[in-house]
């Protein structure tokens, strides 16, 4: 069982920076692959980025790729996402998740993660 919860959502202008955190409980982060979704108001929640468990693995949705950037600390039991050079179109509550796959191209599949926080709302404005 992993819980996980995030922080540091808020309201940015386009072009700015904000970094989200995601703090997971239990002794087994490191068996978890950890992602980055999306969802914004009347779409389907979406991919942002992924890294494997030993954190020398990342993987990026296109939209965001050169903008984020997803780290892990293991000994923390932490995940973030730089989020950098924002744009409107990034508003969307971000939820942090856990994935037991191996497989890499699982890692964008959101019924691929077991575990999912409450989400953090992320808000750009033009």
């Known amino acids: 069982q992993v819980q996980l919860v995030e922080s540091g959502g808020g309201l940015v202008q386009a072009g700015g920076s904000l970094r989200l955190s995601c703090a997971a409980s239990?002794?087994?982060?490191?068996?978890?692959?950890m992602g980055w979704f999306r969802q914004a108001p009347g779409k389907e929640r979406e991919f942002v980025a992924a890294?494997?468990?030993?954190?020398?693995?990342?993987y990026y949705a296109g939209s965001v790729k050169g903008r984020f950037t997803i780290s892990r600390d293991n000994a923390k039991n932490t995940v973030n996402l730089q989020m950098n050079s924002l744009k409107p179109e990034d508003t969307a509550v971000y939820y942090c998740?856990?994935?037991?796959?191996?497989?890499?191209?699982?890692?964008?599949?959101?019924?691929?993660?077991?575990?999912w926080g409450q989400g953090t709302q992320v808000t750009v404005s033009s």
């Open positions: 239990g002794r087994t982060f490191i068996t978890y692959a």
């Open positions: 998740a856990a994935s037991s796959s191996t497989i890499a191209s699982d890692y964008s599949r959101s019924n691929k993660y077991s575990y």
């Open positions: 890294v494997n468990r030993g954190g020398s693995l990342t």
